[in-house]
Structure formats: structure tokens, C-alpha cells
């Protein structure tokens, strides 16, 4: 590279003289083309090219506090408006929601409280936000008995954690919920540590109460193939990762088992590279795997999810319009998969 | 407080169905009210009532890569509209705003490159952007002649660092200069660390060219009464800071000083405060100080300043509208202090 | 609390003028008493109070890259000696050590490299660790025996994710291994994402080549009531969490499950709390929940794992000294659970 | 470089199994070689390679807690040793350690606190360390007192940043001050932002007092050419940076101002570099300025500074031991400043 190749672009600086809609302002930090607002505006550049790639699969990978900060329409709109085909989560995201489809509701609070106090109250902390702990009894109540009737349902066989999803998302009411929107919409969700969390516990009720007879058994590893399989029937891969940890490295061990490698990815997150965890590694890191292919548009936005989320789907509708319509490959895989008897 | 106190108001789901504005958007982050969603809104809330109150000094506080990551006409427009008051920032910051004055520019570039490589072509790299040697070449010429004219023009006395911003500030050209319009809009900018800079650099070369016997000196502890003369003033004190560092501290030590203590206060950052760095550290803990009132209006947003930054400004300008005027109360201030010789 | 309760106890210098060892450089961090250092030896003094508490069951939670990073020793030690009961940990954790356990290796690298010649090179990265393609290979094969073999002798019944890790460890002979060593002493190991990591595509294989007749089926829940059953025998429990996570979280859900809440907990991370993330929420927030006592002895470090880790280790090790002895509750109660048909 | 060249040395696994000595637990992070261990036992290399190069001076950048944290005694002890040659500093650190050479105490706290009531009661808090305010305002007094005497003494001349030090460091009797230890050893002082502090208002105070008929002044850049000139006369130069900001701004801008470059650099942090300020920024990006020699010895360590700086320390002396003498370039190069009216 020669010297003038590194001084072609100046910065152009950001101007705000008027009410600016979002993906305005997005490209005004494309303008800008640096730090944070380039990294954010090329990560809206890449969702965009996602979603108008009709070679595309787009993988969802969701952690954290998601639903309880407010975001649960957002994806539940992305699956029913075809922007997003996959989804992989964390059993807590999945628990979350499920505590808003039986009517439980998470509330505003503050960092800054009395932990004690809030225990003697029985209201669960998840950082400013609080939830009752009658949500989560009903909860479980609710759920041994969706468990009970799964279990006489399947009896005798084992279910993935995407078919586990996909049967309560069934017999869920709630049109607000993801479990529920996403088996309507045919999206699959992908709790690969679906154990690990109030499900996990739910199990052991529902299971001391049949006295082990007819227990509820999930597979923990019959997922596998089905989201390989995803993989490998799709031309092309595409993730976007909200928070990290086990959804992120489930959708990248998909690609190199399924030998695709992404071809677009985007990450939001606050973890750093440098302590050795998942979470916080470089997109560049992956490439030396085959997770991702040297060549793919990716981009790690260093923020907090539930801030940068809402702003890459306000830019992305706003982007493609009214009138845009996409057909998900998926679609055709799952029908594949279910003719075959998933 | 009892139980129900805490369980008041439910998290409103972010809802985007269609184009969003800024503010829009904001206001559904509202809706969610936690997390960095909720701590963004909540910013915006108390910019605006900054702005809003009549009584409110409002002091920038402006550190890192701000100029050349393309928020200088953000910055300059906020003078411009009187949306701000007082400038504390760094030297380098300054000398970003200059290296653009005299025609120099900052280049779109990235992260990952030979530092090496750019150093044999002499370009210098601040994250993802490069600024060619030769600007601050260019840089150390012209403002060794400024330096010469303010020495002769100011011969034997010393200038506090307002009055060198003012100086500077006067005698450069280009109407998208902060300094420049800081300078024809009375607005004050503070830069206690003046020496820490190419303003440095450029004042032992002009220091040594005119063998000391006539140097331009600023004098390191003159711009305090200044400062808190302002605070002191005002019947209230607001500070946004973007970044931390020295701006931080010494418009909270301004506020201190001068008994006031601050009554509106937004801070961007993504430093942690368990580490003893002044930029990291919690509002709450300025509190015990008294550099910060225990009522003040206060947030800090944990995020990357080159995202929160025009998001705070997008929407500050759409809530106020065309319409909107403001009478800083520093313009009396000022004059009152320029009568009396300043 | 009166005014001079707050000022009692003055920071003492930390003193250094000769050779120290590790525990004596605890010794003056806790003469310290603040930030960084005041953590890690309260740290250092919860682990201590762990291990010399009878009553108390330790559990330590893996994540990240522990044994690529050169930490399994510790953790093998850790085992034999007795200093720690039950680990919970990732699937990536368990092939890191399965990596070894074969005659693989971890190399020393860098982070700043051409993840392209990587790739070309088949080598992965791992931050500043490389690891050659042929080593997962090789386990790829040698594990999908090991699969059919426990599926045979298994066969018709699940697995839990501890039996997994324990019959894997009954099957590799390397004496530095952590799964061998637990199987050894009898520490059950918890994987509730073992299907996350390449444990879950070695079981595709196995299944594929098995025509699906004689597959190893690890229930995803069966985990549930073993782990919430050591606590609820044990009178007291602790944690020791490196990074976060799973694990993290299974621990504190057994905790809460259980209805015992911690009596002491230790976390070592660098994740922040406001991003919503498990992994960086604070101890505090886990009273409200019933996942850790109000009272217990705990202490977030914010630090990296792979510094501080062997650094609590040594200091134990140096406090307990040679002749101390410990014996752990586990082992009557997985006695009693083996008699019981574990 | 060939496949075999990546994968040359094995992480060897960290072996703890009696009492080790800091630098044994050091020596052990280097066989993992990798993370936070790894960088850390690099960092100790250089610091020893610094220290045993004769022809490097070393300069040592200090902000943040470090004195109310306890590390007072590590810095008074390094100058002692002719460990470290030149310090550079903010206001606030000088104010820490001015406050406690003047009977002063900082306190151990907690950061989990009502700030209303330390408010109330005149107890400010860093962090988790609380400080009575009559220690400030005991300091208003001493201090302004001293300004007069200097300011009587130096009539007409201005003072440079290390000048006010020195005369400080004169005037102060305690035998564990920084301030006076260092005006014992002629170890200079740099406080390029001294103003940014209680020095910047007990000037107020002084000048107050005297009716600005004789105040102390101190130019702001009057330090330029003098720690300039201690990087241009010194073959090498290395710099230990805890923290960041304007200290570790300054020595880099002094090392490219007199055309040297750094030789060896160990930067201790836990700021990020993606976010655009200079502390986080990293290591390789100062080579493409000059600021650093391509070929130089350095890491970044990633981690609390109140944490790693006295490992750094307590590995070095156990390294060098008690016979170790230095002499220190500076100590002749300050001589022949003296000699000619410094």
C-alpha cells in the first residue's frame, strides 16, 4: 500500500441542524466513518445486506436481559416481518418471556437499592429492573403442567431444544411472546443451555411429581444436526449476536461443524477480548477457525445491547421500506425437515 | 418503602413499526426505562431540562478523540445555538479543532494496520483514523507566528488558558472551528491542561526561536477564579461531559470551590470507576464531595462517546424546535468580566 | 452510623523491601485495604474461610480459557488436594483439557496476528493461543469411540451431564487431566452446556456413523436435582467463579433452588454490570433473589481471571501449609447418592 | 513464517505446590505465557531489562488513587532505590500525598454507601476510601502558606511544574512524602495539569489573600524543554504507566518532541482503546508517531493498577536483590541543569 492510500477519505463531520430520523443519524456516523458511530453505522450497512441477500440465512443469537429491558416486541417483529430465520438463546431469555405470556410483568427500578430489603419483599433484582417472585411461582406451576402434557404427548421420545421451544411456543397465548410468534412463524429457537435456567428447575417439580414415570426428557445434544443442517442447506450464513456467551459460540461452532464458515456477522457487546472469554473475542479471532470466512462483512459494535439494538432495526425498516418483502430459505429447509418428520 | 412501591411501573416494550426519529426513538427507550436504553433517555431528559432552565449554567466538558472522530460541527453548532456555555477540554482536542482550522485533515482508516508501516510514511494514527505528519508540521509553523503575535500584543502579562483560547481563537480563519467560534460567540473554553499538547511542543519552539525574551506565558492557576466566578454566578450549574480526564475534574472541582455543587449533571463514558480513575468514578460518589447536589438531575451513560454524543444532541434539537431561544446567562457574566478588564 | 465510625481504620502503606511471598503480598494488599488490592484479599480470606469451615461445600465455577491459558495444573491440584468439591464449567472448558488429555497442546502465540495464514495454516486462535486443526481432529476420533463405548455400556439409559464427565473421565489416562483427576477424587463435574463446545459435534458423528441405533443420550436436565441436592445437604456452600457465565449461573440457581443461599462467594471477572449480562452482575444483586445470603462473605474482583486466580491459589496454599487436611462433605453425600444408584 | 514456526512453544501449566515468592508465581505466568498472566510477566521483564540497562532513564506516570489506595510507600521507596528517575504526575495525586504529609489519613470504606451522609458529615469518598474534609481544608491553610513563602522567595520568576514540586517538596517534613523524597533524591517531578487540583485553589486562596500583589506563578509550559530535554540527553528511555491520561500523555509527547522514541514501555490499565481516549489507547498505535520505537520492549497489562503495580514492584526488587546499585542518568543530566541556574 502506498502513503496516498491511507489518506483518501477525510472524515466528513457530523451536522444535526434538524429532527433527523434514525437512519439519518446513521448515516451521519457513516460521515463520520470512525469509532463507535463508523463501527455502528457499518453494522447497519451489514444487517441491510443480510436481509437483501437472497442467499441468506440470518441467525439471531440473543443473552442477557433482553426481555426485560423492553425488547421483547422488537424481536418478536423481526421474526413475524421475516428479518431474522434463526434464533439461538439462553433458557434465562426464554424464561423471561415466558413470565410476560402468563401475565408476569418485569418493572422499572433502580441499580441503586437495598438488596435485603427486596429479598424480605420476595422481588428479584436484575440490575434496575425488578420482578415479582408470584411471577415466577406461577411460572412454575404453569409450565410443570405444559411439561406434564408435552411429556404425555412425546412419550418415549426425546425432543431437541428447538422442538422443546417450538412446543411451548404451542401452547403459549400471549401474541407478544417470542417462544409463541417464533412457532407460528416456523422460526426455530435454539436453547442449547436450556438447563441452565428456571426451565432446568421446572423440570425437577414436574419430574418428583410424576414420580419419574413419564418424565419430560430433552436431549441435550439431538439439536446438533438440526442447526448444522441449517448451515450447511444455506448458501450463505449470516449472524448477528446481542451479548455473547453460549447463543454466539452455538451459531459459530454451527458454521465450522456444518463447513460454511459466516459470511456476515455482526456483534454487539461490552466484554473485552483480553480475559480469554467467548463473549468478548474478536471477529477476527474466528477466521483462523473457519466460524467465519476471511472475506465476510463483519463488524463488532463495543456497546450496550439494549441500546444499540433498537437502533440497527429503526435503521434497517427504515431502509427497506414498506414494501420489502423477503422469503427466508429457512422456510424451505424447515418445511424439508418437517416433511421428514421433525 | 413498601412492597408495592417498588413494583409501580411496569417496562413498556420498544416498539418500531415504521420510521423513527430521533426522539422517537428515545422516547421508546424511555418506555423501557433501564439499562443503557433507560440511562440515554433519562441523559436526554436532563439535557433538555438544562437547556429549559433559566437559571442553569451549562458547562461542556470535551476530552479524547472527539474532532477527529467527526463531531466538530456538532460541538461548534452547540455554541452557535447557545446550547452550551462553557467549553473545559483538553489540549489535544484543541489541536485537533486547529490542525482542521489550517486546512489540515483527520482520514477514515482502521484499527488494524503496521503502525510501523504508517510511521516509515509518516501518518499518525488515533484508533481508526490517521492525520498526515505534515498538518502538524504545518500546525507548529503557523501557531509559532500566533504565539509571537499574542506575546507582543499581550507583552508582560500572563494569559490564563481562556484568554490563550480566546486569543487563538480570534486569529484563526475558518468558521467550523471551535476555537474560532467559541471566540465570536463568547464562549469560554477552558484548557487546564494546556501544556499537555502540540501547544507544548509549538511553545518551546517558538519559546527558543525568540532566544526567551519575550515568550508568551500562560499561567497555569489564572483560569480558576474565572471558572468559578461562573459557577459562583450562576444560581445553577450543569455539566455534560463527554470522556473524563482533566475537563471532568475541573468542572467538578469548580463547582466545589465555589460552593455551589452541581444541580444537573450527564456524563458518557465507558471507563469502570473500580479501578481509582477520576473518569470512571460514579456521580454518587461526587455527592459526598459536594460537587454535585444529592438532588441534581444526574446520569451517567456507559457507552462510547461517539455514539451517545450525536444521539444527545439529535434529540435535544428535536424536542427544542426551530423556535427555541436561549439567553445564557454566562454572556452577562462574561460581560461583567470583560468590563472589569478581562 | 455516627461520623467517626466511618473513619476508623486508616489505609496502611504497602510496604515492599525485600522478597515477598505471594500470601505476605496479600498481607500488605489487605493493609491496603482498597480498590484492587483490598479485593483480592478479602478474596484470598473468603477462600481461606471456605476451606476451614467444615460445614461448608466449595464450589468452583470454569469458564473461558482456563486450561489453553495454563491453569488446568491448578485446577488438577486444586482437586487432589481437596480445595474445592464440585465444578461446574463449559463443554469448551472440558475439550480444552480433553485436548491435552490426548497429547495435544496449547501454543504460545500472539493476539496480533493474520487469522488468515492462521486458517491457511489450519491452526486456531484462541487470543494469543494457538491450537493445530489435527489436535481436534484426533479428539474428534478418539471421542467418538469413547461415545460409543458409554452409549453400549449405558445403553437404553441417559446420561446426566456429571455422568458424562465422569465416565469420559474414567476412560482418558493422562494423570494431569481434570476430568480423569475428578474421576479419580470423586468431584463431580457439571457441564449443563456440554452440547455448546465440540462434545456436541463429536456426538453428531458418533450418532451418524451408529445409524442413529445406539446413540449416548445426555438428558439435558437430569444434572438438575444431583447439583441442587449437594446443596440442600450440605448446612453451608460457597463459590468460587472464574469469569461467569453457565456456570456462574447454575451455581447461584442450585443455591437458590436448594433454598439454602450462598454463605460465601468469590468472582473474579472483568465483565461489567450494566450491560445486563449475568456474568458481571453484582453479588449484591443475587441476595435479592435468594441466591446468596444477605450476610454472606463476599467479593467481586474485577480483574483477569488468568492473573488472578494462581494468585488466591498460592495464597491458600501458603495459609493452609502442608499439614492441613480437609474432607469435603461431597464425599459422604455422593456416597450416599452412589449407594442410592447414581 | 511457516506452519511449525507458529507452533513452536507449549503454554506450560502454572505449578503451584508450596509457598512461592512473587517472583516465582511471576516466573510461573511466564511458562503460560498467555492472557493477563502472560502480559504481566512480560511487563516484569521489562521493567528488570529498564532497570539493568544502563542507559535508560526511567520514567514513571502516576494518576488515580494510587496514594489513598496505599502505594505511597512503593513510590517513595522506588525513588529511594534510583529505581524509577523521573515521575510524572497529576495535581490530584500531589494533593494525596500532600495531605498525608501533613497529618492526614485516608480512610477504608466501602463504595456501597449513603454519599448524602458522608456529605453531611464532611467525608468525601474515592471509591471505596473516605477522607475527612478538615484534612483538605488543613491543607488550604498549610499550602497557601507555603505558596507565600515561595512566592516571596522566587519574586518576578515563574516556576515550571517540577519547580513548584521541588520548592513543595522542600517545605514538607514527613520522610514518606513523595513530594520531599524526591526533592532528597533530585528526582523530578512532573505536574503538567497541576492546576487540575486543590493546588489550583488554594492558589485562589493565596492570590486572594496577598491582593494578587505577589502571587506564586506557574507557567504552564515552562516544563516543556526540561523533561524534553531529560528524554533528548538520555540514550533510552522507558516509561511504567499506572493509569493513563495526562501523565502518560505527556511522557509520549516527550519522547516524539525530542526525537527519541521510547525504547521499553509497560502501560497498566483498564481502559479500552476503541473508545477514543488517549489511556486506553494502545502501545502499537505510538510507534506510527514516533512515540515509541518500533523495535520496543512493551505491554500493555490489562488490569487494576492497585493490583499489578506492586507485583511489579515486589518482582523486581526480589530480582535485582539487595546488592543491586543503579545510577541514574538523570541525577548527572540534573546536575548540569542546576549548574546552570535551574
Redesign the interface.
Known sequence: ?E?KD??????????????????E?IR??K??????????ATACDIYEKMLKDPECTIFLAL????I???????VT?LIRKKMVDVIVTTG?CMVHDAIEAIGG?????T??VN?????K??????????V?EEDYVKLDYVFSEIYDEIAKEKKGQ?LS?DEFAFEIGKRLKDP?SILRVAYEENVPIFI??????????I??MH??QNNQKNP??????K???TI?GICSKSPKNGMIVL????PR??IQ?SAI?SKKGLDYAVVV???????????G?TL??T????KMK?EADHMMV???????F??L??SA??RLG?DFKRSPLTQKINKGAEENGR
Open positions: 500500500m502513503r491511507y489518506l483518501k477519505e477525510p472524515v466528513k463531520h457530523i451536522k444535526i441542524d434538524k429532527a433527523l430520523t434514525v437512519d443519524l451521519q456516523f460521515n463520520s466513518g470512525s469509532f463507535g458511530a463508523g463501527k455502528l443473552s442477557g436481559a433482553i426485560p429491558a423492553g425488547m421483547r416486541s422488537l417483529d434465562a410483568h418485569h418493572y422499572k427500578g441499580w441503586s438488596d435485603k430489603e427486596l429479598y419483599y420476595h422481588i428479584f433484582r436484575i440490575y434496575d429492573i425488578y415479582p426425546t431444544s407478544n442449547p443451555a436450556v438447563r441452565d435456567s428456571e426451565f432446568g428447575f423440570h425437577w419430574a418428583s419430560l426428557v430433552v436431549d441435550a445434544f439439536d446438533v444436526p448444522c451479548g455473547g456467551g453460549v459460540n452455538t461452532s461443524a457487546t461490552m466484554d473485552r477480548p483480553e480475559t480469554g472469554g467467548l463473549s473475542s477476527e479471532e477466521v483462523s477457525w473457519g476471511g463495543i456497546g450496550d445491547v439494549l441500546m444499540v433498537p437502533i432495526v429503526a425498516i427504515e414498506e
